[in-house]
């Protein structure tokens, strides 16, 4: 079997896979989402919290309760970080400075999993566990209950209230984080990967150099970090580090991982709604961009139109040879696809025009399928502003799910929809314009820009990936990139959840033979299209100036 | 002045002589204090002064080309609105002729032997009572108080045949402006100085105080934000520009490009093209063109949100009467009775019809001559008929001749009559009368000599081609409900016929009021019409609420628009306006954001195939030069919202149909004809300007 139809039969593999478990665990979602009983772990986490749990709490409260939770967060991980040299299981290392704990602290309660540091010389074990695999699972299930209170706004009729932030946080990790994150850890151990708490092992390679080698509780750190879509890797080199990701089938698992819960929150969202055609729409919205994508980026990695891949076949430049060309790329865009943020590639040394895949899936707000919660919620934005323009064309003033989407409505959805680019565009451009930022560029030209590009649309979008080659572990990179982060975390929720709250209160339209229709191929095909040219538009000149140039010349 | 019986929405066209008139008023627009009401074109006209300063610091002859354009893309801009207010204001004079200064002859008291005194109309107020003779201008809008009139309206209704006004019941309420023909009427004063009818209706089709409706707010907001990313967009463009232009040293500098980055020239050229200029430009004009849509009905709209409102409406309310039937009943069959020819009885009953005057009588002589030809005999010509007319009190009527006595009407009255003269009506009759009325329709009954002859169905009409109209309505996913006093049982029958989706029989104005609460607790769009004082409260509650001018002061006051005509059928119209508005918006602001796609094909690899010579790939258009590039997408930007001027007064031409067939066609339209479009667009002016001197 040649390597191209091997990785077909991968990506093949991984829609089945999806297609399977997108209804049974949408379901499950549903009812955890929906249930009215609080489990024995609950109640004592409640208890402990002094949470009243069947209280509900309007759109403002909740989002406060978000917010006083995130910031808490960050302190907590700030924290720990100062403090690892006096607490134990520190490996003897210093604590961590001050702008890297910063930027660290946010990226992982933002979701983002910017690595500004390398994981392995600069984290102890308490840190990565207590401090990073904490947020790995609170940061996704943050993401999942600010999706959650989105649906419920379209599902509810004249409501004061969205749920309950603290249940809704705490079903989401404890009966859906954390015992998938179990099991795949378990599975990840058997494919290969290491789960200790050893030190530093100092060993002497066949070329008679010397390298140190960290142990670690990696597996369970690893399960997590796929699929609660952090990304961040305790080893610098991440999935591509043979102790992170083992053999073609860990890959698979771990890109199954990172989309099984986007792709199926789409279903919990039709359950929630009560038409479960609704749900298909969006996922169909999804992964039809996610697999256009997928393929593209497998077609220009494959293809390799550049002076080296042409000798070898391929671009294979910065990928595993254990996963090869195919699979690497596939990886690639699941992880962009996604705001996971994981590598298992070195994306600096893609093609241009498959760098520019992996950025133009960022670029698209992480919405195909994207983060946990955070994918649902962007595309359901999307689909509120489609249908305002396209709804206007059947005649009625538009409303999606019954919902009217007035004045108040398209100012937070439009509000939401320019805050990343704002934040993409506006920090690439600071970085651009000093020659003193410009010097932690790694290559000169348009692949410099686009390394300065790719930076800040993953940090913006709360991805976490890479693109390699530039410098950003200095002041100026930790500050901006952490302020993307917190701004393209927070001020995306706050927008969500106002638009919740304001839809909540709203009672429905009933449909009828003239509301536009929001289930049938024709709007997917609208809202697909919407995305890619409001994407395409706000950053072509961005992106002519960076992979395009490079990939035209 | 009646309305299309067709229904179906057209528009008024353009005289291209308009928009020359309506230059000095777009030219007044300019004033960014007019302008900021727009912030898509306030952005571009901050370009055009910031390129004007360019262009006069550093003059080109491309740079001017591109300030041109751009004051041009602002003046096209304005004088989209100017155009649609200038129709507007050619009504309003109409009005103002009417709204000449008179004087009231104003009465102590409501009696016409009051003491009167004269003073100019504007001072009155409120509960004033005043005089009018024949050949006198009523002074203000009012009802009347006392006495009958013919009134001549042509003034605000454009009718000219003269209408009745009478104190009392629903005829009562008068315009001020309008001039009665005949008779004295004593007319109580309702209006407040300078509110009156005319005054609002002036204001109305100017436009003078405008409101954006939500929906309008909700496309300004969005087109706002769309502004803002573009603006975000260009101005973060400036420093990849110095970059790319730094790291590839020994490229010239081009008009596009110097080491400074992009001139600000093709910068603001870049952001005005991106931004939504057409929508932008057209928005307020679609707005004030579907106002005047309906003033061209007659039908006076008193709020834009009133006629977006329509576009929703998901119920309709008609009443029965004059809007789904002609409002008379009619003669549809003769049934005999056993041992009686169809022909006798047609002849019986044409006889004894022929002292009917009221619309059922006349209908059964027509319906004799029509469908069994009988000749209509004139009661004159009968030298011996002794004639029997129609009364409430005996309900029927009838002829005695040369010895025959025949009579005709309601089935108790004449079965009494027969009873009298010593018949025995048969159990057939009973049967024959049930029946018709079981089936909605009404029955007479005729005899002659003591013996009953058959029985004459008389039915409600419905008007032609309303259950087509009924279906378009369901395909649409409007709802109809069919209003009438009627029984369950003639209801039934009529709304069956009509083919409305429901009906609500023996209906009082609250089983109305009730009826359009539980619509909206249902989260639906109510539409109605009404012209009594008692359909008020009706009119209010309902979202689209259109008042009949007929109707009293109360109904108008209570509605939010006013039909000239006074033609419930209308309604109908109102919606498909309505509709046809929103989607006009919806189709240009899909042509608009599509157009970017192209004018990124032309301007970026104008600017930046110099430093990336393989951007020039991007050149799909093989466009001359860079200048030649900037230049044809600007022209085309600006030519574009001229070209689009009729499509926005006119609105997007409109079918009744379901949503998913609407959006489709429209889709393939604007949106993919967005995109097409400006491709060709501007290669075309590119093959013109290239020939201009430094653009080629």
Request: glycine share 10%.
């Amino acid at each position: 079997m040649s390597a191209t139809a091997a990785g077909m039969l991968f990506i093949a593999s991984l829609v089945l896979a999806m297609v399977l478990v997108h209804r049974p665990f949408g379901d499950y979602m549903y009812r955890v989402h929906t249930s009215v009983r609080h489990n024995v772990a609950e109640r004592v986490v409640y208890r402990l919290l002094g949470v009243r749990a069947d209280v509900e709490q309007s759109w403002g409260v909740y989002a406060r309760s978000l917010l006083a939770f995130s910031v808490l967060s960050i302190l907590v991980v700030y924290g720990i970080q100062r403090l690892q040299d006096k607490l134990p299981l520190s490996l003897g290392r210093p604590p961590v400075t001050d702008h890297v704990a910063w930027n660290t602290a946010i990226s992982f309660v933002t979701n983002t999993n910017w690595q500004a540091y390398s994981g392995e010389s600069t984290m102890g074990h308490l840190t990565q566990m207590a401090a990073l695999a904490v947020q790995n699972f609170v940061s996704a299930a943050v993401g999942m209950a600010v999706a959650i209170a989105l649906v419920r706004g379209f599902a509810r009729r004249r409501s004061g209230t969205l749920g309950n932030f603290w249940v809704d946080l705490v079903r989401s990790s404890v009966r859906i984080l954390l015992p998938i994150a179990f099991v795949g850890a378990l599975v990840l151990v058997a494919g290969g990967l290491i789960q200790n708490f050893s030190g530093v092992h100092e060993i002497t390679t066949l070329t008679g150099g010397t390298q140190s080698i960290t142990g670690g509780p990696v597996a369970s750190q690893e399960a997590i970090k796929e699929l609660g879509t952090n990304g961040g890797g305790f080893y610098n080199a991440n999935s591509a580090h043979p102790f992170e990701n083992a053999t073609a089938w860990t890959n698979w698992l771990e890109i199954f991982l990172i989309l099984v819960i986007p792709f199926a929150l789409p279903r919990t969202f039709g359950r929630m709604v009560g038409q479960v055609r609704q749900g298909y729409a969006i996922v169909a919205v999804m992964g039809i961009i996610a697999l256009a994508s997928v393929l593209l980026t497998n077609a220009f990695e494959l293809g390799g139109d550049a002076t080296v891949p042409r000798a070898v076949g391929a671009a294979a430049e910065g990928k595993e040879v254990r996963f090869g060309v195919p699979d690497s790329a596939t990886f690639a865009a699941a992880t962009t696809l996604t705001s996971t943020g994981a590598t298992g590639s070195a994306h600096d040394s893609y093609t241009p025009f498959g760098g520019l895949m992996t950025m133009f899936n960022m670029m698209l707000g992480e919405v195909a399928p994207g983060g946990v919660g955070s994918g649902l919620y962007g595309m359901l934005i999307l689909a509120v502003i489609t249908v305002f323009v396209a709804g206007l064309m059947v005649g009625r003033t538009p409303e999606y799910l019954g919902k009217k989407i007035g004045p108040r409505e398209i100012k937070l959805a439009s509000s939401y929809f320019l805050v990343t680019p704002a934040l993409v565009l506006t920090g690439t451009a600071f970085a651009m314009g000093s020659a003193e930022q410009r010097a932690s560029m790694l290559n000169g030209g348009a692949h410099g820009l686009s390394e300065v590009l790719y930076a800040f649309t993953s940090a913006s979008n709360n991805n976490g990936s890479a693109f390699a080659g530039l410098t950003v572990n200095t002041p100026w990179y930790d500050v901006a990139t952490g302020l993307c982060m917190v701004f393209g975390r927070f001020l995306p929720i706050i927008l969500v959840l106002a638009l919740a709250g304001s839809l909540a209160a709203q009672s429905p339209v009933p449909e009828g033979a003239g509301t536009l229709p929001t289930y049938r191929p024709q709007f997917v095909g609208m809202v697909i299209g919407v995305t890619i040219i409001l994407v395409a538009l706000t950053f072509l000149p961005a992106l002519a100036l960076g992979p395009i140039a490079e990939g035209l010349s | 002045m009646s309305s299309p019986a067709t229904g179906r929405v057209g528009g008024g066209l353009l005289d291209p002589g308009q928009l020359v008139r309506s230059l000095p008023d777009a030219l007044k627009k300019l004033n960014p204090a007019t302008l900021w009401r727009n912030p898509v074109m306030l952005i571009v006209e901050v370009g055009a002064v910031f390129t004007t300063v360019l262009a006069v610091l550093d003059p080109s002859f491309f740079a001017w080309a591109i300030v041109v354009w751009l004051w041009l893309t602002v003046v096209f801009a304005n004088l989209a609105e100017a155009v649609a207010e200038g129709r507007g204001k050619a009504q309003a004079a109409t009005l103002r002729a009417a709204k000449r200064d008179t004087t009231a002859r104003r009465l102590k008291s409501p009696t016409a032997t009051a003491e009167e005194d004269v003073v100019p109309a504007p001072e009155l107020r409120p509960g004033d009572y005043v005089i009018v003779e024949a050949g006198e201008v009523i002074p203000g809008d009012g009802d009347v108080v006392e006495g009958i009139a013919s009134v001549d309206e042509s003034a605000i209704t454009g009718e000219s045949a003269p209408v009745i006004r009478e104190s009392g019941g629903d005829r009562s309420a008068v315009t001020g402006g309008t001039k009665v023909l005949s008779d004295r009427i004593i007319v109580r004063i309702t209006q407040k100085p300078g509110e009156s009818f005319i005054d609002r209706m002036i204001a109305l089709v100017e436009g003078a105080n405008r409101q954006k409706t939500p929906n309008e707010i909700a496309l300004n907001i969005l087109l706002a934000a769309l502004t803002i990313i573009f603006l975000i967009a260009t101005v973060t463009m400036q420093p990849l520009a110095i970059y790319s232009k730094l790291v590839n040293p020994g490229v010239p500098d081009s008009p596009a490009l110097n080491a400074d980055g992009v001139t600000g020239v093709v910068l603001v050229s870049l952001l005005v093209c991106l931004i939504p200029t057409t929508i932008g430009a057209l928005l307020s004009a679609i707005g004030i063109a579907g106002m005047d849509r309906l003033v061209q009905r007659n039908v006076l709209a008193m709020s834009g949100r009133a006629v977006e409102a329509a576009g929703d409406v998901s119920t309709l309310l008609l009443d029965k009467t004059g809007t789904i039937t002609l409002g008379n009943r009619e003669a549809a069959a003769f049934v005999p009775v056993d041992g009686v020819a169809e022909q006798q009885l047609a002849e019986a009953a044409q006889l004894a019809s022929l002292a009917d005057a009221t619309p059922e009588g006349r209908s059964i002589v027509v319906y004799a001559k029509q469908a069994y030809g009988l000749r209509e005999r004139q009661p004159g010509e009968l030298a011996h008929a002794e004639w029997v007319p129609f009364t409430a009190q005996t309900r029927m009527s009838g002829v005695n001749l040369d010895g025959r006595q025949v009579r005709k009407g309601a089935a108790t009255a004449v079965m009494k009559w027969v009873r009298d003269a010593g018949g025995h009506p048969t159990d057939e009759v009973g049967h024959l009368v049930d029946g018709i009325s079981a089936s909605g329709g009404t029955p007479l009954v005729v005899a002659e000599q003591g013996r009953v002859l058959g029985v004459i169905h008389l039915k409600d009409v419905v008007k032609a081609g309303m259950r087509e109209r009924f279906d378009e309505m369901r395909r649409m996913g409007i709802r109809t409900v069919m209003i009438t006093g009627d029984n369950p049982l003639t209801a039934k029958a009529i709304a069956d016929e009509a083919g409305v989706d429901d009906f609500l029989a023996e209906a009082t104005p609250e089983d109305k009021l009730a009826l359009i609460r539980k619509e909206q607790e249902g989260g639906r769009l109510v539409a109605m019409t009404g012209d009594g004082t008692n359909d008020a409260p009706a009119l209010a509650q309902s979202d689209v609420g259109v008042a009949m001018n007929t109707g009293t002061s109360a109904a108008k006051e209570a509605g939010n628009m006013v039909d000239l005509d006074s033609n419930p059928t209308k309604l109908i119209e109102i919606v498909e306006i309505g509709k046809q508005l929103l989607i006009t918006r919806g189709a240009l602001t899909t042509f608009s954001i599509a157009n970017d796609i192209a004018k990124y094909f032309a301007i970026i690899p104008a600017m930046f195939a110099a430093v990336y010579p393989g951007l020039d790939a991007l050149n799909v258009m093989r466009l001359t030069s860079p200048q030649s590039a900037i230049l044809s997408a600007v022209i085309f930007n600006a030519v574009v919202i001229v070209a689009l001027i009729p499509l926005a007064l006119r609105g997007v031409r409109y079918r009744p149909s379901s949503a998913s067939k609407l959006l489709s066609r429209n889709l393939y339209l604007y949106g993919l004809g967005g995109i097409i479009v400006p491709f060709i667009g501007i290669k075309l002016i590119d093959l013109l300007v290239q020939f201009l001197p430094g653009i080629g």
